[in-house]
């Protein structure tokens, strides 16, 4: 059962545009949700997060949304740049327990 | 500098060994992790402690064992049990702190391959 999808495998952006990537969520409970960057070979790298008390969280380029009554989460890039080619991992937890993780989606930034 | 070192980058193993892979953090967070990523899938939980002395299986612990004798340490071994062991393994660490909500650090990762 996956509590946490993404639904698109790839996404392809020209640099300087906005990049948006979703994740959706089936388990109302999870209250606190995260994204991960990861390039390959290497491990996830924590780049954003949103309680689910708040709508929108933003650090410089990138900002998260969360629509709680769609259990939906969207991160967007603006701008998009080439360093930000990687997979991205949307993940979901409630207080004190496991991270459950989307299947993570490759963003490809064109220059 | 503090972080999640993982040894070694690269395992290969003959079918029928069992591998122990090591992670060791300095970064004094209680909780410990690790997670196996497959192509094309998310990560997924094998093992996690919060706590010196116990840990607790997560969804795929089967062929799987750990230990938690020290609060850096949280090895990882590989048993012959496990019957699809070659993946990218990833240690991860949480501090259990108010305040740090539940934000997981990850390591390097090791690329386990049986051959």
């Known amino acids: 059962d996956q509590q946490v999808k993404q639904n698109s495998p790839s996404l392809s952006v020209q640099e300087g545009r906005i990049s948006i990537l979703n994740c959706d969520y089936t388990n109302s409970m999870f209250d606190y949700f995260l994204w991960y960057k990861k390039y390959p070979a290497e491990g996830p790298t924590f780049l954003i997060s949103?309680?689910?008390?708040?709508d929108k969280n933003e650090d410089g380029r990138f900002t998260v949304f969360l629509n709680k009554s769609a259990k939906h989460l969207s991160l967007h890039i603006v701008p998009s740049q080439p360093g930000d080619s990687a997979v991205y991992f949307c993940?979901?937890?409630?207080?004190?327990?496991?991270?459950?993780f989307g299947a993570g989606t490759i963003l490809r930034v064109k220059s | 500098d503090g972080g999640i070192t993982q040894s070694p980058k690269y395992l290969f193993r003959k079918e029928g060994q069992n591998v122990t892979l090591s992670c060791e953090q300095n970064l004094n967070h209680d909780a410990m992790y690790w997670y196996r990523q497959d192509p094309g899938q998310g990560l997924r939980l094998i093992y996690y402690s919060q706590i010196v002395n116990d840990f607790q299986k997560g969804d795929i612990a089967e062929g799987y064992s750990v230990s938690r004798e020290k609060k850096e340490s949280f090895p990882l071994t590989v048993t012959s049990a496990q019957k699809n062991p070659t993946a990218f393994y990833l240690c991860?660490?949480?501090?259990?702190?108010?305040?740090?909500?539940?934000?997981?650090?990850f390591g390097p990762g090791t690329r386990l391959t049986v051959l």
């Open positions: 991860a660490s949480r501090a259990l702190a108010i305040g740090d909500r539940d934000t997981q650090y």
């Open positions: 993940a979901a937890t409630r207080y004190g327990n496991k991270l459950v």
């Open positions: 949103i309680s689910s008390i708040k």
